[in-house]
């Protein structure tokens, strides 16, 4: 890595060596971070565009004015060459490019149809097991709620392997006729499978074929006079035609994105909609980080080239703006997926209605984007006015502490900007080596080490930091800061008003320890009662899940002579650990190769706890 004062860039140099065939170009600051990132057909003619043109835009002379070195990576085509810029903008997030913010991989609905009993599942990562998946959705949400649809029409299980395995009787599933309990026998493999097949039939949008099966099975099971069978069937055909229905896009039966993109100033939202086997399924919203005023189809043909990598992509991909490299795209596009795959901008009849519905829908989004970032831009600016800041705040940070009785104590960081929640620089912190309930104590200890952190350059300080607490939590604080010679950090709690009504709250700077009362109303006071809610729903979440994990953990293994094989045994009995909790010593008893004393050393265990 080159160091901060490495010397000018000797551009003519460099370009007199430069080649002229296809590739990529990274452009390095003086602290050898990444900067930006291009592809070339000719990379000599491309790179030398930039130290030659003098009427070139603020941002790109200022951009070229940091560059100390240029990495370049030769490849045989263009194509290529546009994939691995997508990859390495990916990775480098540089500053002066569009990059993609918010890329999560997608949920998929996963069937494990290599069991002979087949589970129904979420699945997001990679496709490592065997089965089948299906998707992708555009969110977690979407997800949960068809796993809900299909509990609904088809009883196929969704519970894990490990309490499938363990089950001795029936779950609630059973009892509301959501499975055909599996686990305990109530339905053969055959009768099973006809019920997974219906499944995979309509996860495949198969949804004709599917209902005509089942017409026909009502139909033979009201000539056996089966007639409560009949009227199951009647009812899935019922709901199914419901679903379809509302599902079902007019004139498209195979794999299709549309993808809109709306633009105001600086700011860019892209819309994309999903539609599988002629189905919609959904629908997501992104704001890419924009290095400059860009025209639509830049930041679009800039969106595709990164979006998909690593994803399923659609033979077809519908665009609300023309974009410049579309054949180059679908090139990439093609390639990586192994079959042909066509962008395009002009269609006509319902797929153009589709198109600007998509587009009034980014436009929609953008706009309460930009109105919620000007509302949160003026709170910024009330709140610097009250606390008397001499320069509004940029960022902000706020502690709050969870635990039970003092127990599985967790401290929560969180930080706001003027854009919003910085989600990536949250943090947690497992609190231990200090006296349950002592909550100065336990905030004295995550401030040591979020900032002890941020000392040795791991990260971007605050203007001011809030504490969920009155004085004797912001001296604790204070004093920790202190002690890392951080005293120029900001401090102010947050204390509760009477009865802790919200638009109550006092704030407490450190530095004169008097309580400050704003109008309920006041923006100020409203972006404290955010960053502060938002610590609390942070730190309880971390409380809970360590308070879960502590608790399964050491329910059974902390029991002395309690081994592995002799868990399992419990557990396969009793059907979970609630069972085991509930049992009297004669029935843990009754479980082979667990003796009285055992018994009655499991019993104490957990009725200890209780009192």
């Known amino acids: 890595m080159n160091a901060p004062d490495a010397a000018p860039f000797d551009i003519p140099a460099f370009l007199e060596t430069l080649t002229q065939r296809p590739g990529v170009y990274r452009m390095l600051d003086g602290r050898g971070e990444v900067i930006y990132v291009g592809k070339a057909k000719n990379l000599k003619k491309r790179v030398s565009?930039?130290?030659?043109?003098?009427?070139?835009?603020?941002?790109?002379?200022?951009?070229?004015?940091?560059?100390?070195?240029?990495?370049?990576?030769?490849?045989?085509?263009?194509g290529e060459a546009l994939l691995l810029e997508s990859q390495l903008i990916k990775r480098y997030r540089p500053r002066y490019n569009i990059t993609l913010r918010d890329d999560k991989s997608y949920p998929f609905i996963y069937v494990s149809t290599h069991q002979p009993f087949p589970r129904v599942s979420f699945h997001r990562g990679a496709?490592?097991?065997?089965?089948?998946?299906?998707?992708?959705?555009?969110?977690?949400?979407?997800?949960?709620?068809?796993?809900?649809?299909?509990?609904?029409i088809f009883p196929v299980r969704q519970c894990r392997d490990s309490f499938f395995a363990n089950r001795t009787r029936p779950c609630l599933q059973y009892q509301i006729e959501r499975c055909t309990a599996p686990c305990v026998?109530?339905?053969?493999?055959?009768?099973?499978?006809?019920?997974?097949?219906?499944?995979?039939?309509?996860?495949?949008?198969?949804?004709?074929?599917l209902i005509e099966a089942l017409a026909e099975r009502m139909e033979k099971a009201a000539a056996a006079l089966e007639f409560e069978k009949a009227a199951r069937y009647r009812d899935q055909i019922a709901t199914l035609r419901t679903v379809l229905e509302k599902q079902a896009v007019h004139g498209e039966h195979g794999d299709l994105d549309i993808i809109a993109c709306a633009l105001e100033g600086h700011v860019a939202c892209v819309q994309v909609v999903f539609i599988r086997n002629g189905q919609?399924?959904?629908?997501?919203?992104?704001?890419?980080?924009?290095?400059?005023?860009?025209?639509?189809?830049n930041i679009l043909g800039a969106f595709i080239a990164q979006y998909y990598l690593g994803k399923q992509i659609p033979r077809e991909i519908l665009v609300s703006h023309a974009i410049e490299e579309a054949p180059l795209l679908e090139e990439m596009l093609s390639g990586q997926a192994g079959y042909g795959v066509r962008v395009s901008e002009r269609v006509r009849g319902e797929r153009a209605k589709r198109v600007q519905l998509a587009l009034i829908n980014a436009e929609s989004a953008l706009a309460a984007k930009l109105a919620n970032r000007r509302d949160l831009h003026a709170r910024f600016l009330a709140l610097g006015e009250a606390l008397h800041c001499p320069e509004p705040p940029r960022r902000l940070e706020c502690f709050d502490i969870s635990h039970t009785q003092g127990d599985q104590t967790v401290a929560s960081c969180v930080v706001f900007d003027r854009q919003g929640p910085v989600k990536s620089a949250y943090r947690r912190f497992n609190i231990d080596n200090v006296r349950p309930g002592d909550d100065y104590a336990a905030l004295a200890q995550a401030v040591t080490r979020r900032y002890q952190r941020l000392k040795n350059g791991a990260g971007e300080l605050p203007d001011i930091l809030f504490i969920d607490g009155g004085k004797g939590q912001v001296g604790a604080v204070?004093?920790?800061?202190?002690?890392?010679?951080?005293?120029?950090?900001?401090?102010?709690?947050?204390?509760?008003?009477?009865?802790?009504?919200?638009g109550l709250e006092a704030l407490i700077p450190a530095e004169t320890g008097v309580p400050i009362l704003l109008p309920p109303h006041s923006g100020a006071l409203l972006l404290v009662q955010q960053i502060r809610d938002e610590a609390h729903r942070f730190a309880v979440t971390g409380h809970r899940q360590r308070r879960a994990k502590a608790g399964t953990r050491s329910a059974l293994e902390e029991i002395a002579g309690l081994g592995p094989k002799r868990r399992r045994q419990l557990l396969r009995q009793f059907g979970g650990l609630r069972e085991i909790s509930r049992a009297g010593v004669e029935a843990l008893s009754s479980v082979d190769g667990i003796s009285r004393q055992l018994a009655q050393r499991i019993y104490d265990a957990f009725h200890d706890r209780e009192t």
């Open 478 to 502: 204070r004093a920790a800061l202190d002690g890392l010679g951080m005293a120029t950090i900001r401090v102010v709690g947050v204390a509760k008003g009477p009865d802790r009504k919200p």
């Open 49 to 78: 565009s930039y130290f030659s043109h003098k009427d070139c835009p603020p941002k790109q002379r200022a951009m070229v004015a940091r560059i100390r070195s240029i990495d370049v990576t030769v490849t045989h085509t263009e």
């Open 185 to 209: 026998g109530l339905i053969d493999e055959a009768a099973y499978a006809e019920d997974v097949r219906d499944t995979l039939l309509f996860l495949e949008g198969d949804g004709k074929r």
């Open 280 to 297: 919609q399924i959904g629908d997501r919203t992104f704001f890419p980080a924009l290095p400059d005023e860009c025209a639509p189809g």
């Open 127 to 152: 496709k490592l097991k065997q089965g089948r998946y299906f998707g992708p959705y555009p969110s977690a949400g979407a997800v949960r709620e068809s796993l809900k649809l299909l509990q609904k």
